[in-house]
């Protein structure tokens, strides 16, 4: 499986895969166009949307990474009531109620330094801790699913698993800060 | 092993690779909300910074990783000297795909906003923003990944668990710093012409 180490073999490989993902990061970036004007008006939501989409994208690759390797060695199996496959999807959602908070607290407050608060903190606290909450139980559902594909079709999920995971998981970012902020706001 | 064990070991294993891109992010996030007044002048510029971020994540990342798993096959020496050829292929094979996906993604996005009818920056103007961003930020991480590898590895650590987080933090914010100073240097470049 291992490529050959040329330009034109790495590319080869790479390049039909990471096209599509560009074209599915594209799409979130049509959901970012959307909301534009609220955007540039609040600078704390613009700064709310890199660590939002990249923490999403964190939580779902480090679960996809756990369950492919527990995968691997044989561990996990894909049952609800699987000791392994639970723990990881209760750890991935404690992680988002305790990071996310920090994610707010963190953009508000960088953003009252560098060009004035407009926004209360309690109001991006809550923007950012609700969709931590909604983008973990969406990563989870995600990171599963994709998992148990690449398992009855016999793919190394370590190759799949992981891209996939990670630019679904940016997408679903904004698209949920979009729907909190239109909720919040 | 019970539930709340495997989430408790979980949890513990995650969460300092969390905390460091965190970091990265909010630094990238500050820096993108600082550049509210490029975004108002490049119409489409938003639209494109998902897919510029994401590149530099999937190409380096896939670079980190390669290198990573070279070192523990033994087919690679950690040492940046001697130009190894294998690693300037690898590097140069990241910085291609990364431009070529740049480049792409701004085609994409002018495409897409000019059908659907929404103001869209000239599509010179983006494709080089793109193109220059890419390079820049390219260049960056690759010497980052590399060196951070290569250090990593002679130190004794799994190059595996240092590349994920480390791509996502300085990914983040290289790719964003790097925007900005493309953004104002095509800007400056279009103004002269």
């Known amino acids: 499986m291992s ?32 909301f534009e004007t609220q955007l540039l008006q609040y600078p704390t939501l613009l700064a709310l949307v890199p660590v939002t989409i990249g923490t999403a994208g964190n939580l779902g690759s480090i679960l996809a990474a756990r369950l492919s390797t527990a995968f691997h060695l044989g561990t996990l199996s894909f049952d609800p009531r699987d ?12 992680l988002a109620v ?41 990563a989870i559902a995600v990171t599963v699913a994709v998992t148990y594909v690449a398992y009855r079709f016999r793919l190394d999920p370590d190759d799949v698993v992981i891209p996939i995971v990670t630019n679904t998981c940016d997408v679903l970012g904004v698209v949920v800060l979009f729907a909190t902020v239109q909720l919040l706001l | 092993m019970t539930v709340r064990d495997a989430a408790r070991e979980a949890y513990r294993e995650a969460l300092p690779a969390l905390a460091a891109s965190l970091v990265g992010g909010l630094i990238a996030g500050v820096v993108l909300s600082g550049m509210r007044a490029e975004l108002r002048d490049v119409s489409g510029l938003l639209v494109l910074v998902p897919a510029l971020l994401a590149t530099r994540g999937n190409v380096y990342g896939s670079l980190g990783a390669r290198i990573s798993t070279a070192l523990h096959q033994g087919l690679v020496e950690p040492r940046v000297r001697g130009g190894d050829e294998r690693l300037r292929s690898a590097v140069a094979a990241a910085l291609a795909n990364g431009l070529l996906a740049s480049a792409f993604a701004a085609v994409a996005v002018f495409t897409i906003l000019s059908l659907l009818g929404s103001s869209v920056a000239p599509l010179p103007v983006l494709v080089a923003i793109a193109l220059l961003a890419g390079l820049l930020s390219g260049i960056a991480l690759s010497a980052v990944v590399v060196t951070a590898v290569f250090a990593g590895y002679r130190r004794g650590r799994d190059p595996d668990t240092l590349v994920g987080p480390l791509v996502t933090t300085t990914g983040d914010v290289f790719g964003v710093f790097f925007l900005l100073a493309a953004v104002r240097i095509v800007l400056a470049l279009a103004e002269v012409i």
Do not use: K, Y
């Open chain 1, 98 to 138: 305790s990071i996310f908070p920090v994610v707010g607290v963190g953009a508000w407050g960088l953003t009252a330094l560098v060009s004035g608060a407009q926004l209360a903190p309690q109001t991006v606290v809550a923007i950012s801790l609700a969709s931590g909450i909604a983008l973990a139980i969406l």
């Open chain 1, 83 to 94: 000791e392994n496959l639970a723990g990881n999807a209760l750890a991935t959602f404690a």
């Open chain 1, 3 to 34: 490529t050959e180490w040329t330009v034109r073999a790495i590319t080869r490989a790479m390049l039909p895969i990471l096209l599509v993902l560009t074209l599915v990061e594209v799409g979130s970036g049509l959901v970012l166009g959307r």
